[in-house]
């Protein structure tokens, strides 16, 4: 895994100590419909189930030339988080809370594990979870409280790092290819047709 990914992770993992901080995402969500979406952030709480949930976006980051021929990479994180809103039950109340619960879980240690640099490359650089904005948030149809948290974190890599692609699909090779003197509306629907077959085929045709 990249050092982006286990961080992302590691993020997660944290936001998820936090008691009944509800649903945490890695990534953020998307449906086309609003009810199958809504599910997403669904959380049971006393028999009653509403909109508590979390999820995680990269915005950006920034690479520049560290010790030893590796690279001081600093990443902006956002965590946005949303709960329904009930009047009765001081939801307003209880979102702040869980902000605050989950600020004193990443400071208890910044490092997410030893992943992060122990100490911010620059001087007087924030440090751990930071509230960006609260407000009203309509989602899925739901009135919520909405916040977005932001977390700046550093960590070094390699500069001949090759991890990335340990993230990447295997790609196949057994795609269907048509023969090369089919093209167009008049090509043959052969499920069987393979691409090795088709190329053994051009092979032949080559050196004859």
């Given amino acids: 895994?990249?050092?982006?990914?286990?961080?992302?992770?590691?993020?997660?993992?944290?936001?998820?100590?936090?008691?009944?901080?509800?649903?945490?995402?890695?990534?953020?969500?998307?449906?086309?419909?609003?009810?199958?979406?809504?599910?997403?952030?669904?959380?049971?709480?006393?028999?009653?189930?509403?909109?508590?949930?979390?999820?995680?976006r990269r915005i950006g980051f920034r690479r520049r030339p560290y010790l030893n021929s590796t690279m001081l990479v600093t990443t902006e994180w956002r965590i946005a988080g949303f709960l329904a809103i009930v009047d009765e039950a001081s939801s307003e109340i209880v979102m702040d809370a869980l902000v605050d619960a989950a600020t004193a879980a990443f400071a208890l240690d910044l490092t997410l594990g030893g992943l992060l640099n122990p100490e911010p490359a620059q001087a007087g650089a924030e440090q751990g979870l930071q509230l960006l904005e609260s407000r009203p948030y309509m989602m899925a149809g739901v009135l919520c409280h909405g916040v977005q948290l932001g977390l700046t974190t550093e960590?070094?890599?390699?500069?001949?790092?090759?991890?990335?692609?340990?993230?990447?699909v295997t790609i196949h090779t057994n795609w269907e290819l048509p023969p090369r003197d089919k093209t167009g509306p008049e090509l043959p629907d052969d499920d069987a047709a393979a691409a090795s077959d088709h190329l053994t085929n051009l092979h032949q045709e080559e050196e004859s």
């Fill in 1 to 56: 895994m990249t050092g982006s990914t286990l961080i992302r992770e590691a993020i997660a993992a944290r936001l998820e100590t936090v008691p009944a901080i509800g649903r945490v995402h890695r990534f953020e969500r998307y449906a086309a419909k609003e009810m199958p979406f809504r599910t997403f952030y669904a959380w049971e709480s006393g028999g009653t189930t509403h909109i508590r949930g979390w999820h995680i």
């Fill in 155 to 168: 960590h070094v890599e390699r500069n001949d790092d090759e991890s990335a692609l340990d993230d990447l």
